[in-house]
């Protein structure tokens, strides 16, 4: 019997192909090389690479916000048309909204106009704000002027940046304050037309020098001056 018919064709293969390596970019193989396909279930480094590339990076969280409306319009760039609610450093939940609200670049003024703010938590809050402006220089000077404003508060974040012990209401149609730092220690006089009920005592260090700065703060309704008073240690004079 004769032998079967067998095909005479041979097909021709280049000198080299492109065989896509599984742990590499595809590179050039000799003809009789074998183009593996890979044997587990898992994915290729380059495929994770590509995937890693096109993936979303995780965003980072908000910053949390200060934990007084006072503290939070200083940190606040100026914004027309202001509405935030968050949670401040300590915990507390808060809230505002404001026609306009923050501090105008680097020049120490912050603004508030037709502003509302509420806050709960360590420290509680609730304002509301006709208008009001604030200076403050590198030395810790400060002077403020406000009109017809409404507030109440307690807890333990005091005005004059001390953490201790506050509590106060009132309203007031017209009002200034001015603070002169000196140091670490510093004095505080306002004057206003209105009735408010304030007081808090609290500790802070200020300057940072490691010396206990000692607050106290009084308003009473009727007297047209409100006052405060923080004093260093001893061991912080002269630093």
């Known amino acids: 019997m004769p032998d079967p018919i067998q095909s005479t ?3 021709p293969l280049p000198d ?3 065989c896509h390596d599984p742990d590499t970019s595809p590179k050039p193989l000799a003809p009789d090389a074998m183009c593996a ?3 587990s279930g898992e994915a290729s480094p380059a ?3 590509l995937v890693k590339s096109y993936s979303t990076p995780p965003s980072k969280p908000p910053p949390l916000a200060a934990n007084t409306a006072a503290e939070r319009a200083h940190e606040t760039p100026i914004e027309l048309g202001y509405a935030r609610a968050g949670t401040t450093r300590d915990g507390s939940a808060y809230s505002g909204a404001a026609l306009l609200y923050g501090q105008a670049g680097h020049s120490g003024v912050t603004l508030e106009a037709l502003s509302v703010a509420s806050q709960r938590g360590v420290q509680t809050e609730a304002a509301l704000t006709a208008a009001r402006a604030t200076w403050t220089n590198a030395a810790g000077d400060t002077l403020s002027a ?6 109440s508060f307690d807890g333990a974040h005091n005005k004059d940046g001390s953490t201790g012990l506050n509590a106060g209401a009132g309203g007031v149609i017209v009002a200034s304050e001015a603070t002169l730092s000196l140091a670490g220690s510093s004095v505080t006089l306002g004057a206003s037309l209105g009735a408010t009920l304030e007081a808090s005592l609290g500790t802070r260090d200020q300057d940072g020098d490691g010396a206990t ?5 009084v308003s009473i309704p009727g007297v047209p001056l409100s006052g405060g008073v923080c004093v260093e240690e001893p061991a912080g004079w002269g630093h």
Do not use: G, H, K, N
């Not at 700065?213 to 703060?217: G, H, N, P, V």
């Open 9 to 11: 064709y041979t097909r």
């Open 16 to 18: 080299t192909f492109t």
């Open 37 to 39: 396909e890979p044997t």
């Open 47 to 49: 495929v994770l690479e």
């Open 146 to 151: 406000e009109l017809f404003s409404a507030q």
């Open 213 to 217: 700065e000692y607050c106290a703060r």
